[in-house]
């Protein structure tokens, strides 16, 4: 054997060394530590969220944002100087005005050359007084619905607009007109002038919409331009007290000042809703907002296209829900339906015989559940379709032949004539049971509510002094020993409950109060 010994390279060395170690942590179990500079990048395997990627690129086209401004009355001036008087301007104020007075002296100090330049001002190059100048007034969002340039936005965005431009999504600005608006369901369609094919979408079905269905918002929140955000259904069939109509959709999407008349999409690119209103204590997108639905919208649109407004079924009825107090003291076995607190002047419904207290079960045979619903139904039927009101009354159901009318645009409440006051005092009564204390109508027709005692059954539902009774269960009283009898017959028939008609400012309503406290 050699004795000259062996040369080792540092590599060598090196990766024998790394082996060893490697081995003796093996045998001991102790984990070995990694360097930084062998370490590779992180990356996970896992399930991949849905994208709406796809979906926003097709849409986006369709989306624009409004841009609505108004006229303004021009304010005159005089040296110099611009007035606005509650509305009115300087030249229209009368000549013995204080404040017209004082600047006529005061605007001499400026010489007839600044008189003449304040009134060219005034009037233009021309001689010609100013046109009124146009300022913007909101801005909103908005979607087209046809190749050749219609658009649905809200009616609260465009309703005080005198000048309409549309900027498409890639900044093109674009002239419309108003086509027409319709502020009972907050919708308005504009037409774009330009001759050009434009991207459109079309409304889904919204009867398949799902609560936690996914949605996407697009619109021009804050004026930012075109945004998405994304979200699932809420909730369907929201009241907000917005209108009679409402039947909103709940997205928890987030929605913000600016997107009112944009779209909220399915994934498959329809609009199924248009947003309207957010609930927001802040003013901001708190997750809840609301969208008017895709099947109420498209009928709306079709009549704003057709003629530049809606024409809606009508009854002529005023209403209220049943309470399970009120479905008690008529008889009926569930608190449904609409209770007829009064028919209007010569409407369709008091033509028909429908009376005050009538409660509104069904429409041609379709249940109606509640008011709203009832206003519903009547409104999506056309003006002088007859149709079949069925109406509970005297504890039986009874169907009435209605023609319906068209709903008109303003309705306005008469007062009517008050008879002179009789020159003698009534005497007051007592409903102990009841906590009322009443005296006879000056008119002779009803008992005035005098006094209405704390605590009381009366107090809890709302009566007050002042408030007319008009009817007990359906029968006229103009004395207190009318509605005693009318109680102790509803008694003995067995009601817990009796039902009185009140009527306060011109307005009609019922409340039932309990028979067995008294």
Do not use: C
Not at 279 to 287: A, I, L, Y
Not at 294 to 314: H, K, P, Q, Y
């Amino acid at each position: 054997m050699s004795n000259t010994p062996r040369r080792f390279s540092k590599g060598f060395l090196s990766t024998t060394a790394i082996a060893g170690i490697a081995a003796a942590l093996l045998a001991t179990g102790v984990p070995a530590p990694v360097s930084g500079a062998f370490a590779d990048a992180v990356r996970v395997e896992a399930p991949q969220a849905p994208s709406f990627a796809d979906v926003v690129e097709a849409v986006s086209p369709a989306v624009v944002s409004v841009r609505v401004q108004a006229e303004v009355k021009p304010v005159t001036n005089n040296g110099g100087f611009n007035f606005d008087f509650n509305g009115r301007g300087f030249d229209d104020l009368p000549d013995d005005h204080p404040m017209k007075r004082f600047f006529d002296q005061f605007s001499r100090g400026f010489g007839d050359d600044n008189d003449r330049r304040a009134e060219r001002d005034r009037r233009g190059p021309e001689g010609k007084r100013r046109p009124g100048r146009v300022r913007p007034v909101s801005q909103g969002s908005g979607f087209f619905i046809s190749e050749d340039g219609l658009l649905v936005t809200n009616n609260h965005v465009v309703e005080d607009g005198s000048a309409f431009t549309v900027i498409m999504d890639d900044g093109t600005e674009l002239d419309a007109k108003l086509v027409g608006r319709d502020s009972r369901t907050d919708l308005a369609v504009l037409k774009v002038e330009e001759e050009r094919e434009f991207t459109y979408v079309d409304f889904a079905d919204d009867s398949k919409i799902r609560v936690g269905d996914w949605v996407v918002a697009v619109g021009n929140p804050f004026g930012l331009g075109g945004t998405v955000t994304a979200g699932i259904v809420s909730a369907r069939g929201r009241d907000i007290g917005a209108g009679p109509y409402d039947d909103f959709i709940q997205v928890d999407a987030a929605v913000n000042r600016g997107n009112s008349g944009g779209p909220t999409f399915n994934l498959s690119g329809e609009v199924i809703g248009i947003n309207t209103a957010i609930f927001s204590p802040s003013g901001g997108n708190v997750g809840i907002a609301f969208a008017i639905p895709a099947t109420t919208a498209r009928a709306v649109i079709n009549d704003l296209i057709d003629s530049g407004s809606v024409e809606r079924g009508w009854l002529g009825v005023q209403i209220q829900p049943v309470t399970a107090d009120i479905a008690e003291s008529l008889g009926l076995s569930d608190a449904e339906g609409a209770l007829v607190t009064a028919p209007q002047d010569d409407a369709p419904a008091a033509k028909a015989g429908i009376e005050a207290g009538d409660v509104v079960t069904a429409v041609d045979g379709d249940k109606v559940e509640d008011p709203r619903d009832l206003a519903k139904k009547i409104a999506a039927m056309d003006p002088g379709k007859t149709v079949e009101i069925t109406v509970w009354r005297n504890g039986k159901s009874e169907s009435i032949k209605v023609e319906l009318g068209s709903l008109p645009t303003e309705t306005a409440a008469v007062a009517p004539e008050q008879d002179e006051a009789p020159s003698q005092p009534q005497a007051e009564a007592t409903l102990d049971s009841f906590g009322l204390t009443v005296v006879p109508a000056e008119t002779g027709s009803g008992l005035v509510i005098t006094s209405v005692a704390p605590d009381s059954a009366a107090e809890e539902r709302g009566l007050r002094a002042g408030d007319v009774i008009m009817a007990v269960n359906n029968q006229d009283v103009s004395k207190a020993a009318d509605v005693v009898s009318i109680i102790d017959a509803a008694a003995k028939d067995g009601r817990k409950a009796a039902l009185f008609q009140v009527e306060n400012d011109n307005r009609s309503r019922f409340v039932a109060l309990p028979i067995d406290q008294g």
